[in-house]
């Protein structure tokens, strides 16, 4: 069985440990340009900032439960790590942590014409990326978004 392919079962797998010890899981990956390969794990605690002592926890438990998998008897470097602050949204948690910040959305292909907006973030919901941009909401689908990045706004003189 090839590696990347046992992904989905390591997330369900990590969630449920994540779960049992009170923490989010942020993302799961396989790095397989290694030998042996790695599996990065990234958590954050949902309250305060994420410790070490929450990181060794749960590569604790998740290595435990990583054992008892049949599919898991070969070699692997475990990792669990937060993600730290990052200018790029991604989660539901950032969106809603950072409403009213301003934000730069990049598309992939033109929406209305451009492929870079600027505006304050509004929300997010399972089809658009809502921005303020002077008084006016302006909704940008889901779909064409690559990018959502906290910015500084120049200030004009």
Known sequence: MQIQMLLPLVQTLAQQVADQEHLD????????HQSPPILR???RHPENDTS???CERLSRALEMALDELPEFEFAYV????SPG???YLSSDRDFDAFRGFPVR???TAPHRGKTLWEGNLIRRDEVNVYLNQRGRSLAIPR????SVQL???SSEP
Do not use: G, H, M, N
């Open 41 to 43: 794990v990234e958590v």
């Open 105 to 107: 959305v990049t598309t």
């Open 85 to 87: 602050l990052s200018d």
């Open 151 to 153: 910015y500084t706004p």
């Open 143 to 146: 779909s064409l978004i690559a």
């Open 25 to 32: 899981l942020v993302s799961v990956q396989w790095l397989t």
């Open 78 to 81: 475990l990792e669990v790590s």
């Open 52 to 54: 070490l002592e929450d």
